[in-house]
């Protein structure tokens, strides 16, 4: 349409409403508001627009239009040429070739003015219609779009960044990548690997210049990099993606220890104990910051802060000592429960396969071909993130149920009253510290996208793991319980005090027999010498006992009554709001 527009002869003013047009329809309908702007324009002169009769000869300008029968007054039909128009025998009128462009009796080049040809013939093909300049077209013009300028900056240090790389059993070059989160393989080597198939992969690659690339799936492959080996998730693109046969990320780099100096990079075993540097045997050690955030309270003289956090960091789980404590499962029927595995997102599927691949390391779980089986699930926790579930409901429903007690929350509370200092443990995967019994093992089967497996250690989910693992702590801490120095429920394990000086002492000893059994702790959560703490959904302080702050919130944020209706409503219950209301205390202060 620009390109037609610069044709026309006609001052630039005059061309305006031409231009602005989306398609080539509207161009169509502006014409001819145009033809007629200058056709008034003529006659009110007394003259004969030039520009019309160039529109109206020029078949370039018609092919807009729609086929329609051949006007007398159109001066491209002549005696040399026959109609460009006849009649078709089903009515209508069929377009007809053009024999002969030299008969029109004006010429005239759209692309550089020229009188003597036209366009077609012309020898400028290219025309910046920005500048008016030939030989280039708009989007190639210097003057319009200005290239950037581009500093150089010469380095001395150039290592090079491309290596040797045998997946499978095929050597080929590979571009080592930091920046990328992906392994890549052109489908070209993938071709010759002679893998069985690619898993789908419902994502999508973007790099430089936020190009997108959609991979055409994805294979589980060995990598080897010099002496560094590891079975990875690699991508296959088509084969016009890269340069390069391979390209490492980060999910290979994260796996070894990557060294980059003057020679290029290096990738080698991560848990690498010894290396031979000139004769002499060099014992590696790796410095990490296990640095743990003590809650401690702020009112504690640095004197016991320090007593404190030295009894934390030194605790280890020893494990010197057992229980007899073990998950027995009897189920009311015979008949198995199975399970398919249930379809899974991407993201969640690498989640599960994290997981697993990390209880089989720890021991917690273990390969199995159980008749039972249950599906995972993914449960989002509070703090955004996700953790690895069993659904194990229809079990639960043929499971015998373990009738040991869970203590009350009022008698946990009732003995609360006479403490003025506190401190509680929160224990690390608790439930996990408890064997299954061998016979036991095969109920607790799990199926997921890679395999089915079997827990060695009391799974969460299970109706009567809480059951047991009370059990198992009230064992462990029975002399503490009875002596009223410990009250356990579950995993949270409160130690009372009237002082903090008592406080230290309390939890010496509740550390010291924890050691003894290897219980795990997770002492970011726990909280040391403290005069008020939160406990089973209460706030306990100076002897008195509030509910927290989310168990308040509705109440809180209850809307005020606006009829007669609402008002029955909140005065149903005035002795549930009496116990949530945080100005009257749950027990009194004796």
């Known amino acids: 349409m620009h390109y037609v527009i610069k044709g026309i002869n006609d001052k630039q003013e005059n061309k305006t409403i031409l231009y602005g047009c989306k398609n080539l329809f509207e161009f169509k309908e502006k014409l001819k508001v145009y033809e007629v702007i200058k056709s008034d324009y003529a006659k009110s002169k007394g003259g004969f627009d030039k ?9 370039r300008f018609n092919s807009f239009d729609k086929l329609k029968p051949k006007r007398e007054h159109d001066d491209r039909f002549n005696s040399k040429n026959e109609s460009a128009y006849k009649v078709k025998s089903s009515g209508g009128f069929e377009r007809m070739k053009y024999n002969n462009f030299e008969s029109r009796k004006s010429k005239f080049c759209f692309n550089c003015g020229d009188p003597n040809h036209i366009s077609r013939f012309c020898v400028h093909k290219d025309k910046g219609f920005e500048c008016g300049a030939f030989e280039h077209k708009a989007s190639e013009c210097d003057k319009t779009n200005p290239k950037p300028e581009v500093a150089t900056l010469d380095v001395k240090f150039k290592p090079r960044l491309d290596n040797k790389v045998t997946i499978e059993d095929i050597s080929v070059n590979s571009l080592i990548d930091t920046g990328s989160q992906a392994t890549l393989l052109r489908k070209s080597v993938f071709d010759k690997l002679n893998m069985c198939k690619l898993y789908p992969l419902n994502l999508s690659l973007s790099g430089f210049g936020k190009c997108k690339v959609n991979p055409l799936g994805y294979f589980k492959g060995n990598i080897k990099i010099d002496d560094f080996k590891c079975n990875v998730d690699i991508c296959v693109v088509e084969n016009n993606v890269m340069s390069y046969d391979v390209i490492v990320g980060m999910n290979v780099l994260l796996q070894g220890e990557t060294v980059i100096n003057e020679d290029g990079i290096v990738i080698k075993e991560k848990f690498q104990r010894m290396e031979e540097v000139d004769s002499l045997s060099v014992l590696p050690i790796d410095v990490t910051s296990n640095e743990v955030e003590l809650n401690i309270g702020p009112d504690v003289p640095n004197i016991f802060k320090d007593k404190v956090q030295q009894s934390i960091l030194s605790y280890v789980p020893h494990k010197t000592k057992t229980t007899d404590a073990e998950l027995n499962i009897l189920v009311k029927s015979n008949e198995p429960i199975s399970h398919q595995p249930r379809r899974l997102p991407f993201s969640e599927k690498k989640i599960v396969q994290t997981q697993v691949a990390e209880w089989l390391e720890q021991g917690i779980v273990e390969p199995c071909s159980s008749e039972y089986s249950s599906p995972v699930v993914i449960v989002r926790k509070k703090d955004g993130t996700q953790r690895v579930c069993i659904d194990y409901r229809r079990l639960n429903k043929v499971v015998v149920k373990d009738r040991f007690p869970l203590p009350l929350i009022e008698d946990i509370l009732d003995r609360l009253q006479g403490s003025r200092v506190f401190s509680t443990i929160d224990l690390k995967n608790p439930f996990f510290h408890v064997d299954v019994n061998k016979d036991s093992r095969k109920y607790t089967s799990f199926v997921t996208h890679e395999g089915q497996y079997q827990f060695l250690k009391v799974p969460f989910g299970l109706c009567n793991s809480p059951a047991v693992f009370q059990g198992y702590i009230n064992t462990i801490f029975r002399p503490l319980i009875n002596d009223g120095i410990v009250l356990p429920y579950l995993d949270d394990i409160i130690i009372l005090s009237s002082s903090f000086e008592e406080g230290i002492e309390r939890v010496e000893r509740v550390l010291s027999i924890a050691s003894e059994y290897g219980l795990e702790i997770n002492f970011n959560k726990s909280h040391f010498l403290k005069k008020g703490i939160e406990f089973l959904g209460h ?42 209301s945080q100005n009257t205390p749950l027990l009194p202060d004796h």
């Not at 520009?51 to 078949?59: E, G, I, L, M, W």
């Not at 302080?541 to 009829?563: H, M, Q, R, W, Y």
């Not at 007669?564 to 116990?579: A, G, N, R, T, V």
């Open 539 to 580: 706030v306990i302080e100076d002897g008195k006992i509030f509910p927290s702050t989310l168990k308040t919130k509705a109440v809180l944020n209850f809307p005020e009554p606006a009829n007669l209706k609402q008002i029955h409503s909140f005065c149903d219950s005035p002795d549930i709001f009496e116990s949530l």
């Open 51 to 59: 520009t019309k009769a160039r529109y109206d000869s020029n078949p």
